[in-house]
């Protein structure tokens, strides 16, 4: 008897958890374009395909999610990208000066504008949608300006040096770049922030209910400042990895992962209202999507109804999220 | 004094203060005509498109929705319009009623999404976006096998629709005016009008108060999703083609308008007037800087930068009104 109610229970909470619905969601992507695509997509071509994808989106879907549970947005991440790329490629490619300068360099802009963005939420009562579209066309500009104004064109090429490209563009064995690995790191380090330190709860505080966070005793305003700064890094990272990836920075790259970061976070539990989520669940939901967006191209469809799928998965996922956030609520209530 | 503390009160004083800011940079530093720049077309013409937009997107954040699909709709009321009338070489009316028909469908989807369930309208709109993006595109390229499809409309659509007044102005900026026109009327003089920032002040209390909240947020996701198809019908209508892509920059511009425009997105607060001044002053600093000796590359700078002025001058007006409101509340009671 006792066993029957812990393994009905256990089933009820795996149920309930934020992460449960995008789990299933990966999976039955998962079936239906391994299905489609055969021996290539389950291969390692696929796997190299969607696990780059998600690698890029993913380490920027980690801390956009952070900032989406804490209650805020960042559109700014779309800009960050291109303007830490450039900064990497000035530095260390047009004015020849050591790569680890450029690095610094790069990542230097992720934060500062991060700390930009976090130190106008806490001090204004602007909205973050609307705050960060600002930083966007701010930084947007600021990059093709200087760019332009520097280097004289809106691309600028840069000849990494081999230790660089090792730590931050390898591929191993041609397919899987070392991006995977820097994300999955990523992915552990800010679990043990969220998910086991007190900082994590109040994270999860602060989307909750923010003027009793702030009364509980929690640096709301060091905290925000603080996600902000981790996402424009994570943007800032991606950027620097990019890079080197490929050799050069184009001043126009980088807004695809606005809505593509906030649908992966989406997709994967978190609600925009705040309070709730995990990181599980963020990297489910950025799997789900790589998969869709890569996967389209090995099953023979036409690549359009990768779009589709998406969107049809997004809106499958908010609403399942809210069936299940209002179960959730009711079991707790009824405890 | 009081006459312009009366003025600062409104909700379009930001954006006629931004617009005036700009005007001033932009001849101070960059050297500007104005009478050449009060001719020129290019700005009226980009503000006319993205103002037919912005309005609508302006009453639904005034009601504290929102509607990013926006982006999706215009590709996909051009497209329409050229598969069914130019493709398919059905009677014009036929594809303009299509393209119409699709933005009330895709418009009461995102409604009724958004008051049948607690998420919120960034995310639903975001989902239609995607999707939509999607069915345009596949669409296009199933039916004609084509990213882009040609369009010869006839006279009296292109009299009205996509014509070019003076060989410069294009003639929806007509419609733009009288469109916004009919809004500020409908916001500021009929009780719908009311309701709405009734809606965007607390949800729940206009509810009990009696006012259809559900009827009227699909409402008003019907008008912004069909004003963008219209914006698409008339684009391929004075193009003579559609393409799959573009709009997606609609989205962050339209909401940069009504931002500007002093709409407030936790709702409740805004007007049509100050969202077609904003429109105008958005319009002048993203065309308007080819007219500077200003490098045309900064642009983006100066809209991020007017972009948060002007909001933040819209925070600290806004408090003087709420504060002038308190005061005049306790002087009669």
């Given amino acids: ?33 391994a299905a489609l695509g055969g021996q290539n997509f389950v291969g390692s071509p696929g796997w190299s395909s969607w696990l780059n994808m998600a690698a890029e989106i993913g380490t920027i879907a980690l801390p956009v999610g952070l900032l989406m549970i804490a209650g805020f947005l960042d559109i700014s991440v779309g800009a960050v990208l291109p303007a830490s790329s450039l900064t990497v490629a000035i530095i260390s490619g047009h004015f020849e000066l050591p790569l680890y300068l450029g690095v610094a360099g790069g990542l230097a802009v992720g934060l500062l504008v991060g700390f930009v963005n976090g130190f106008l939420v806490t001090r204004t009562t602007i909205p973050s949608l609307i705050l960060t579209i600002g930083t966007m066309f701010g930084v947007m500009g600021l990059t093709l300006g200087l760019t332009i104004l520097i280097a004289g064109s809106t691309g600028v090429f840069i000849v990494p040096d081999t230790l660089s490209h090792a730590i931050f563009g390898a591929a191993l064995g041609g397919m899987f770049q070392i991006g995977i690995f820097w994300w999955l790191g990523f992915v552990a ?75 992966c976070v989406v997709i994967g539990g978190v609600t925009l209202t705040g309070g709730a989520g995990s990181v599980i669940g963020i990297v489910f939901g950025t799997i789900t999507f790589a998969i869709v967006n890569q996967g389209i191209f090995f099953s023979g469809l036409d690549p359009n109804f990768g779009s589709i799928i998406i969107g049809a998965l997004l809106l499958t996922a908010v609403l399942s999220n809210d069936t299940f956030r209002a179960m959730a609520l009711r079991y707790s209530a009824r405890k | 004094m009081e006459l312009i503390k009366a003025f600062l009160r409104r909700p379009a004083a930001a954006s006629i203060l931004s617009l005036i800011g700009v005007l001033a940079f932009y001849v101070v530093f960059g050297g500007v005509d104005l009478f050449k720049l009060a001719k ?77 369930t607690t998420v919120p309208s960034l995310i639903v709109t975001l989902g239609t976006l995607v999707g939509m993006q999607g069915i345009v595109l596949a669409a296009a390229v199933l039916l004609t096998g084509n990213a882009s499809v040609t369009l010869a409309a006839p006279d009296w659509a ?176």
């Fill in chain 1, 1 to 33: 008897m006792t066993v029957l109610t812990t393994h009905k229970g256990g089933f009820g909470r795996l149920a309930r958890r934020p992460e449960a619905g995008s789990f299933l969601g990966m999976i039955v992507v998962y079936i239906f374009f």
């Fill in chain 1, 189 to 263: 380090l800010i679990y043990g922030m969220l998910h086991l330190s007190p900082w994590g709860n109040w994270v999860f505080a602060l989307g909750g209910d923010k003027e009793s966070a702030r009364n509980a005793g929690i640096p709301t305003r060091a905290l925000t400042i603080q996600l902000y700064m981790l996402s424009g890094f994570a943007a800032a990272f991606v950027g620097v990895t990019q890079v080197i990836t490929f050799g050069s920075a184009q001043v126009a790259a980088g807004s695809s992962f606005i809505f593509n970061a906030i649908m």
């Fill in chain 2, 40 to 116: 020129a077309a290019s700005w009226v013409n980009f503000a006319a498109n993205l103002g037919i937009v912005a309005i609508p997107v302006g009453l639904l954040m005034i009601a504290g929705e929102m509607d990013i699909s926006i982006g999706a709709m215009i590709p996909a009321g051009s497209i329409t319009t050229a598969i069914l009338s130019g493709y398919y070489g059905l009677p014009m009316w036929v594809g303009m009623a299509g393209a119409l028909a699709l933005g009330v469908l895709v418009g009461t989807v995102n409604g009724l999404l958004t008051v049948r």
């Fill in chain 2, 158 to 333: 292109k009299f009205v629709f996509g014509q070019l007044i003076g060989g410069s102005h294009q003639v929806i900026i007509l419609w733009w005016l009288g469109l916004a026109a009919i809004f500020a009327f409908v916001l500021h003089k009929t009780r719908y009008g009311n309701w709405i920032f009734a809606l965007g002040g607390d949800k729940v209390s206009a509810r009990n108060a009696g006012i259809p909240t559900e009827r009227l947020t699909i409402t008003l996701f019907i008008l912004s999703a069909t004003a963008a198809s219209f914006v698409g019908m008339c684009q391929a209508i004075q193009f003579n083609s559609a393409q799959v892509s573009g709009g997606m920059g609609y989205i962050f511009n339209a909401i940069c308008c009504v931002v500007v425009g002093g709409v407030i997105l936790t709702g409740g607060f805004g007007s049509v007037i100050g969202i077609f001044m904003g429109t105008i002053t958005f319009a002048v600093v993203a065309q308007g800087i080819y007219f500077t000796q200003i490098d045309r590359n900064w642009s983006n700078l100066i809209i991020g930068a007017m972009l948060l002025i002007a909001v933040a001058m819209n925070e600290s007006f806004r408090k003087l009104a709420l504060s002038q409101v308190r005061r005049t509340a306790k002087k009669e009671a």
